[in-house]
Nanobody, 121 residues
Framework: QVQLVESGGGLVQPGGSLRLSCAAS????????MGWYRQAPGKERELVAA???????NYADSVKGRFTISRDNAKNTVYLQMNSLKPEDTAVYYC???????????????WGKGTLVTVSS
């Protein structure tokens, strides 16, 4: 069974930085596409950034130039470096192992339980 555990959330002032980590276990991490999503209070969950098994990335327009997604297949971990944080970035951030990867579509995707990021002075 795949497990995803996020860490690195917390309280940060506007303009500050945080790095989120998502450690995966129980599956073949390197062949799966990975993503970070977020859900703010009263809003729908949205894709923030994604990285393919081959390392290609894409970002929501709202975070382009500020956030960077990366992965370390040797550590089965995906990261989200968040810079120049804004109050509107406040949300619970979730890690997702996508159904796709290496040209294949798998049966199931997997979610972590989330980590809270609060941007406030």
């Amino acid at each position: 069974q795949v497990q995803l555990v996020e860490s690195g959330g917390g309280l940060v002032q506007p303009g500050g930085s945080l790095r989120l980590s998502c450690a995966a276990s129980g599956g073949i991490f390197s062949i799966r596409d990975m993503g970070w999503y977020r859900q703010a209070p009263g809003k729908e969950r949205e894709l923030v950034a994604a990285i393919t098994s081959g390392g290609s990335t894409n970002y929501a327009d709202s975070v382009k130039g500020r956030f960077t997604i990366s992965r370390d297949n040797a550590k089965n971990t995906v990261y989200l470096q968040m810079n120049s944080l804004k109050p509107e970035d406040t949300a619970v951030y979730y890690c997702k192992m996508m159904r796709t990867g290496s040209g294949v579509t798998y049966v199931t995707d997997y979610w972590g339980k989330g980590t809270l990021v609060t941007v406030s002075s």
